[in-house]
């Protein structure tokens, strides 16, 4: 199969689907690979690397597009990337249709088949989120204390604080792999943490992990409104998978919290758990509303591309080999994680 690697075009978007040692499998399996020039420079990896383990490096994008089986991308296609898909065509990236109805509409209408690295499920467990869910919590928990900054327009707070001082508090929403990424690194900075799930295992698992984290049942609507009323910072990662994102904290909620407090709310890439939140990107991150800094840019780990990079390209590299082989068809995994096929949505959560 023609396996095709476009050059990431969305907002300082710095990864690329694939690094040359998993390129060089594909190529070792006799499938041909082409990959738009400079694809990999902003995660570390030239062209000429590429081109040294078989790698065919193409200048105009189109050819990209128009001339491959299957397209290997980080983000959703951006509408003119739309334009250059034949009907036939496989799509695999990350594309959190659910929260994208014009995009989900153009691609129907393209007639390719568009697979979701996101919804791609094993045992209960997504394990090609679960790696950038990873990041994201991480860089979630870097970004609010840097909010917090009076120099950025937050509160003037150390979140961690220091001796004959009192912790900031965060509190995080959503114990997935995002929220418990941060969950731990606001512990390691010397936060006072909540975290709220309807989960109570993941919760008591967390709560054992970590005792000096403090749980919470977030299905009480009036639990999470005493809870966030006192948080300086609000860290959104309630996931439904393929779905859009639960809104577990509302405009109300947010109004009621201490000004120049920051919230990050990882969940924006399917539409955001916090009512306040809206789509930012890396040209315009931030936006304050109801007196609270927000940060809602839908790649984050777009910003630390060389690790996201490594990171992505390990989990999915097996599932480009068995699409790329031909094993959709006979591949629950697989058949699991298509949105769209023959213009029609194949998804039930998107439906």
């Known amino acids: 199969m023609r396996i095709g690697i476009p ?196 919760l008591a698992a967390m709560k054992d992990e970590h005792p000096a984290l403090h749980t919470l049942n977030s299905r009480d609507p009036d639990v999470v409104r005493t809870v966030v009323a006192n948080a300086d910072v609000l860290i959104g990662a309630a996931l439904v998978a393929g779905r859009k994102a639960p809104v577990v904290v509302t405009r109300e909620m947010v109004r009621d919290m201490p000004d120049g407090g920051a919230i990050v709310d990882i969940a924006i890439d399917q539409g955001g758990c916090i009512e306040t939140s809206r789509p930012t990107s890396y040209d315009n991150p931030v936006y304050v509303d109801e007196g609270m800094l927000h940060f809602c840019v839908t790649n984050m780990p777009g910003a630390v591309p060389r690790t996201s990079t490594q990171a992505l390209s390990h989990v999915i590299t097996p599932y480009v080999a068995q699409i790329a082989s031909g094993q959709i068809t006979d591949d629950r995994v697989l058949q699991g994680a298509i949105y769209l096929e023959g213009g029609e949505i194949q998804y039930a959560g998107l439906k």
């Open 7 to 202: 050059t990431e075009i969305k907002a300082e978007e710095g990864r690329v689907a694939l690094t040359p040692e998993a390129c060089q499998m594909l190529v070792h399996q006799s499938h041909e690979v082409v990959m738009q020039t400079g694809a990999g420079l902003n995660s570390g990896y030239s062209d000429a690397e590429y081109q040294a383990v078989g790698v065919t490096i193409l200048p105009n994008p189109k050819d990209v597009y128009g001339d491959c089986d299957l397209l290997v991308k980080v983000k959703e296609p951006q509408p003119h990337e739309v334009e250059w898909f034949k009907p036939g065509q496989l799509l695999f990236c990350y594309l959190h249709l659910a929260a994208l109805p014009e995009l989900t509409d153009a691609l129907l209408e393209s007639g390719v088949t568009a697979l979701g690295f996101e919804i791609v499920k094993v045992d209960n467990r997504l394990p090609l989120l679960s790696p950038m869910s990873h990041v994201a919590g991480r860089l979630a928990v870097q970004t609010a204390t840097q909010l917090l900054h009076s120099t950025r327009g937050g509160k003037g707070l150390l979140l961690g604080g220091v001796d004959g001082t009192d912790p900031g508090h965060a509190v995080v929403i959503g114990a997935g792999e995002a929220g418990m990424a941060a969950a731990r690194d606001l512990l390691c900075s010397g936060a006072k943490v909540t975290l709220l799930d309807i989960n109570a295992e993941r």
